[in-house]
């Protein structure tokens, strides 16, 4: 059962804070460059080398150009990192997983989201090379801004009850591109749901997974699910789609309580909305500085580096691929 997540202040074998952390960088596509500009602006951190299997790829970090080595044995023989971050496909997760376990035993795994594309991965990555070194996954939506003011909102008003439903819809764009999308991300449940179940982690204990379909076409690649939850003393029920039949990218979160109090998080333009009896009595918002994911991971790497926590307890995150990847 995954428990409610406010804070963690300590985790069996984290790191704790330290002055600089050496970084390996796996995976230098569009992901992987999220990660590197969020890296740059986290000061504990220092990435010394990346590794693609595309030998075109280059690395820069801070203005200075990095080695790229094309095969983590190659870069083992080059460097210690302290964090090896790897941003490559999902089906691949499991393989680079591996490897980056065999050659960096004393390094810290940060895996993108999900951790694998099977729940037999999910647990090797997680249970078996977890107990020998510490392994974090990115949940990056649940480190969202507006995710962070919901929960200080709630938390604000003890009088709210118990959590009652749970509504969230994340559509991607990926219906006219999916066969690259399907080959790098597997379907809108294998990327997004993670996402989903992430987010509602950080509000709700989610007992068990009811249900879970496909609708319509392969290529639409829409999902409902249904799961069991609780916040208070009753249970309450959350559905969940995901989508990439969609003209442009939308996800939100919409969680209503007893008290009539209503949480509205709008993960794609940054905003949050609390609602008493339908009328706004609390907002939140951002400018476009920064982009929208950047957020995300600036604030997953000052959790997980600056503060030295994991982005969950070890028991949570493997029950989240539990609930994304079982029967």
Known sequence: MVGR?????????????????????????AIGETHARALEVTPSADVVAGADVDGSRTLEFRGAD??????????????????????????THAAVCDQAAR???GARLLVEKPAAATLGDARRILSDIGRR???????????????????????????LGDLVSAELFFADPYYDDFERAAATLGDSWLDSGINALSVLARFATIVRRES???????????????????????????LLVTSWHAADGAKTTRLRYASGIELLMDHTAVTAYLLRDGRVEAAFGADRSIPRRERHYRALYHWCLTEGRPAFP?????????LLLGD
Do not use: M
């Not at 985790?11 to 596509?29: A, E, I, M, N």
């Not at 639409?220 to 249970?235: M, N």
């Open 133 to 159: 070194q510490p392994v974090d996954v990115a949940y990056h939506t649940s480190f969202a801004p507006e995710v962070s003011w919901g929960q200080r909102a709630i938390e604000e008003r003890p009088e």
């Open 212 to 238: 879970l379909r496909s609708i319509g076409a392969e290529r639409q690649s829409v999902f409902e699910a249904r799961l069991r939850c609780r916040a208070g003393r009753r249970p309450a029920e959350a």
């Open 66 to 91: 990095r080695p790229v080595y094309q095969g983590l044995r190659e870069a083992a023989e080059a460097c210690a990192p302290d964090l090896v971050v790897i941003a490559t496909p999902t089906g």
């Open 103 to 105: 050659y960096f035993p």
């Open 5 to 29: 997540v406010t804070s963690v202040t300590s985790v069996t074998r984290s790191t704790g804070p330290r002055t600089s952390t050496r970084v390996l960088l796996v995976g230098l596509g």
């Open 314 to 322: 070890p028991d949570t995150g493997l029950h989240l691929h539990e």
